[in-house]
């Protein structure tokens, strides 16, 4: 899995390249939510054009990200 992250004002893109699957979805929530914090955004877009592949993991990833965002 190969990760982007850009910022657009609040607003946190992630470009996703590969397999987000049991093995790759801890690196993706950790680097997520670190960035997240660094920048103090609210906001996020995914970009799964080049996503391959993507298990229960991805999508709990995804839900937990949800979650903390509107927390």
Known sequence: MDLKFKRKNKTLIILI????????????????????????????????QEVTFMDSAGIG???GILHQLNA
């Open 17 to 48: 390249a590969g397999e987000i699957d049991h093995h790759s979805s801890k690196e993706l929530r950790s680097k997520t939510e670190s960035t997240l914090e660094q920048m103090g955004g609210r906001n996020i877009i995914f970009g799964f």
């Open 61 to 63: 990833v995804m839900i």
